[in-house]
């Protein structure tokens, strides 16, 4: 993307500057493979940096997110206090929940008084991480500080906090508590934090910004240190106004480089960044459950299990135990996570209401089966989404969650992807016969008998995979790279690239004699799959990319861009090698190129080194 003149390029060279310090105290390298090994390129910052440091789709790091599949999101801070109403010195009454400050218009003097006296003092964590291992989450997320910039942790930068500015116990620390407690369950624990600050003085003004992003950056050192946190999960970086909001696609690019230093095992959200396919590690629809696997990345759907975030004691709009079960089944079988939102009351307790009906999805998933078709489960392409519910896959399974049980002699159609068999099929915790027949596109499944459950019905068929051909041990593709945009004259550098996972961002480049803009990289080599299917290469992209496959231009996407995701669909053969050729181009600003495949037997990844053969 063409970069915009502004002062956040002082910043950006900042971020560079300390990259090469904490690269230097570390003697960190940064990988480009999906398994860890010796660093092709390993430099930090700069020229030759890729700040790309695996593909989170397998990579080693995102394992227990990819399996965990169900989180529990907690909203939590100042707001809590207010129960949700704010009664106006007139007499009326404004609602909301963690907006309330910004949508009710309360001074701040007054909502610091009302923050004063919050006392969480019913808070118990191991009653919180109690409650999500009963309802099966395999992860907690917990806001550390929400828009009111109101921190749930004693930190040292600011007083605006739950030790410092309430009347909670001054001894308790409720974040090390819920760490504690989340360990001995063996929980992971992650933090909500907001970029986007209503209280600092600090934030709106650019002049000041800087010293804003100094504290932010030492709060999340403080509670990387501190807390040893797996994940952290950001919000509010949307261009915003009162206060104003101009985080860039710079300040993310080098928080996501801080936070890998501080610890190269965290997962972060894609709201480090712009929310874009590029930021972070997964991205985060909010209140919406995709009705595919999201193109380029990871994803989790976070939702609330009322109408808002924050605890308001006038909302009973509660979502349906069904419907926490069977939104949980549909996000597994398309390959992503729900993290589902419980807001604590201003004594700490998370509400009785919530905690029923995690109790209850818990009983839910526990029994006939369910839970085996989500915790580590994932999509399939094998078969499409049937309109009678979802499948997910776990190795030579798929899950059948089935949401409409059939009318008695009615049978359930399944449309069959790529050629499979299915050698058995049985309903999970129920003793009744299913047979299954090969019936138009795809099966017939018959069930004998009543479903196990209103919520869903779980039917797990034992598949024989379409045949794959054994993996292969391709060592990359070719690769020529120019330090001009148009592939004038001879290369600058001729390497084996294993991976196709290029994030230069603003100061990476190809190779260290190659500036950061103005570049271009022709990769040519083969592409050696293991199935005999209709492939979907995707790439993604800034500022352009043009892909042929067996010389066919399958992707011609030349016109410059930001971030933004091509697909094509290509019909390729197991073992066979088929010519590939990928052009990138960067003129000025952020650089991004990336390879990545899915097909009916292979789940959307990078294209591995193993299938690239140089030319
Ligand atoms: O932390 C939760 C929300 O507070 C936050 N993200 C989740 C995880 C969030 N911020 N913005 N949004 C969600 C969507 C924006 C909604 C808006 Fe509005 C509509 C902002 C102003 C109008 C909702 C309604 C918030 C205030 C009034």
Known sequence: MRSRTRPARLLGLLGVVLGLLGALLTGEATATGGTPGPAPRAAAAGPGTNHAVD???????TSWWRQARFGMFIHFGAYSNLEGEYTRPDGTVCRNAEWIKRQCAIPTDVYERRAATFDPAAFDAEAVVRTAKEAGQRYIVITSKHHDGYAMWPTKQNRWNLRDHSAFDPHRDILAELKRAADAA??????????????????????????????????????????????LWFDGEWDADNPVNRWSPRDGAGLQAYLHRLDPGLIVNNRVGKKRVVDGDYGTPEQEIPGEPVAGQLWESCMTLNDHWGFARYDTNWKSTATVVRSLLAVAGRGGNYLLNVGPDRHGRIPQASVDRLRATGRRLAAHGRGDAVYGAGHTGLVAEPAWGTVSRKGDALYASVTAWPTPGKPLHLTARAPLRITSARVLGSEQKITVTPAGDGFDLMPSGPPTGPEATVVRLAVRPPAAAPAGHGTGLTARSWANEDFGGPPAVTTIDPVLNMSYRFDGSPAARIPADHFATRWTGALRPRYSETYTLTTVSDDTVRVWVDGRLVIDDGTAHGPRTDRAAVALTAGHRHAVRVEHTERTGEAHLKLLWSSPSQEQQIVPRGAL???
Do not use: C, N
Request: proline letters at 11%; a negative charge.
């Open 613 to 615: 053969y140089p030319s």
């Open 55 to 61: 593909d989170p789709f397998t990579s080693g790091r």
């Open 186 to 231: 063996g929980i992971k624990l992650g933090f909500y934090y907001s970029i986007w600050d209503w209280h600092d003085p600090d934030f709106a003004d650019p002049a000041t910004f800087p010293r804003y992003k100094k504290r932010m950056y030492a709060q999340l050192k403080e509670l990387v240190d501190g807390y040893d946190p797996a994940l």
